[in-house]
């Protein structure tokens, strides 16, 4: 059983669990409504670009469908080229989250990605927009390569968080750069989501395992051939990632060591 202390803390909410979950790919409706009730998710991210700009006009639409008491939406600027694209979508994700009725949510995933080839962050754009939109009010997660120097400089902006990519979205690569993902871990103030290019529950581990503060994933969950039952192995891979790092793993030795001892049991008593 997790520690029912150990929140994760985003600006000014706290939240017990520490797996996000995206809402793309899912073959249908009710295999993502169905995932994120079996990942115990709190944080639900909707790219805002899928989303009619007034929920009202569909009650049958998705975002009616789930239930807003028990989830915190992150509203995310992905298809944003530029800065001033990211900036507009981000406030109509606070207009979204009104109409669920979480008047309060000023959160935003900021993704600002100009190459449409390989879908890497833009460290320029995403700073350029990251400094207004913490200055309007928003709490800003934005999403960035494993850039241990950018991280601080965001951190350094008033964003609540960093979000480095494991390895490229929706590539199902796991963690390619995990030297300067414990970079960013160890220097950061504010926690470190992991995000993008985790494929499987074991890497959603270690992710934790480096001391990361969450993950969020959305492709292995939604991809993968029963996603319900994935997104139950994500959370529990998280949960156990989170539980292995608070433990502190056994230091690695050269030579083999006995686990039980050679005196006869006897001579022990």
Same mark, same amino acid.
């Given at each position: 059983?997790?520690?029912?202390?150990?929140?994760?803390?985003? =600006?000014?909410?706290?939240?017990?669990?520490?797996?996000? !979950?995206?809402?793309?790919?899912?073959?249908?409706?009710?295999?993502?409504?169905?995932?994120?009730?079996?990942?115990?998710?709190?944080?639900?991210?909707?790219?805002?670009?899928?989303?009619?700009?007034?929920?009202?006009?569909?009650?049958?639409?998705?975002?009616?469908?789930?239930?807003?008491?028990?989830?915190w939406l992150l509203p995310n600027t992905a298809g944003s080229q530029t800065a001033e694209e990211a900036i507009r979508m981000a406030f109509l994700g606070h207009e979204l989250a009104c109409q669920i009725g979480q008047e309060d949510n000023f959160f935003v995933k900021l993704e600002v990605i100009?190459?449409?080839?390989?879908?890497?962050?833009?460290?320029?754009?995403?700073?350029?927009?990251?400094?207004?939109?913490?200055?309007?009010?928003?709490?800003?997660?934005?999403?960035?390569? =494993?850039?241990?120097? *950018?991280?601080?400089? !965001?951190?350094?902006?008033?964003?609540?968080?960093? /979000?480095?990519? #494991?390895?490229?979205?929706?590539?199902?690569?796991?963690?390619?750069?995990?030297?300067?993902?414990?970079?960013?871990?160890?220097?950061?103030?504010?926690?470190?989501?992991?995000?993008? #290019?985790?494929?499987?529950?074991?890497?959603?581990?270690? =992710?934790?395992? *480096?001391?990361?503060?969450?993950?969020? *994933?959305?492709?292995?969950?939604?991809?993968?051939?029963?996603?319900?039952?994935?997104?139950?192995?994500?959370?529990? =891979?998280?949960?156990?990632?989170?539980?292995?790092? /608070?433990?502190?793993?056994?230091?690695?030795?050269?030579?083999?060591?006995?686990?039980?001892?050679?005196?006869?049991?006897?001579?022990?008593?």
């Amino acid at each position: 059983m997790m520690n029912s202390l150990d929140k994760l803390k985003i =600006a000014n909410k706290v939240f017990s669990s520490r797996l996000m !979950l995206g809402t793309g790919k899912y073959k249908t409706v009710t295999n993502a409504i169905d995932s994120i009730v079996k990942s115990e998710c709190e944080i639900v991210t909707v790219a805002i670009r899928r989303l009619p700009t007034n929920i009202n006009r569909d009650n049958a639409s998705f975002l009616n469908s789930l239930n807003w008491k028990n989830l915190w939406l992150l509203p995310n600027t992905a298809g944003s080229q530029t800065a001033e694209e990211a900036i507009r979508m981000a406030f109509l994700g606070h207009e979204l989250a009104c109409q669920i009725g979480q008047e309060d949510n000023f959160f935003v995933k900021l993704e600002v990605i100009s190459d449409p080839k390989y879908l890497l962050p833009d460290p320029i754009g995403t700073l350029k927009a990251a400094e207004f939109l913490v200055k309007k009010g928003f709490t800003v997660l934005p999403y960035i390569n =494993a850039d241990p120097m *950018l991280a601080l400089h !965001l951190e350094d902006l008033g964003c609540a968080t960093v /979000m480095p990519l #494991g390895s490229p979205i929706g590539s199902g690569q796991g963690l390619t750069n995990i030297t300067n993902l414990q970079i960013i871990i160890e220097n950061a103030s504010v926690p470190v989501i992991i995000d993008a #290019g985790i494929g499987t529950p074991s890497e959603a581990a270690m =992710a934790m395992e *480096l001391g990361a503060d969450g993950v969020l *994933l959305n492709t292995a969950v939604a991809q993968s051939k029963n996603p319900e039952k994935m997104a139950t192995a994500m959370n529990l =891979a998280v949960k156990a990632g989170r539980l292995a790092f /608070m433990a502190g793993r056994m230091e690695k030795k050269q030579y083999a060591i006995a686990s039980s001892p050679r005196t006869h049991i006897s001579q022990i008593f």
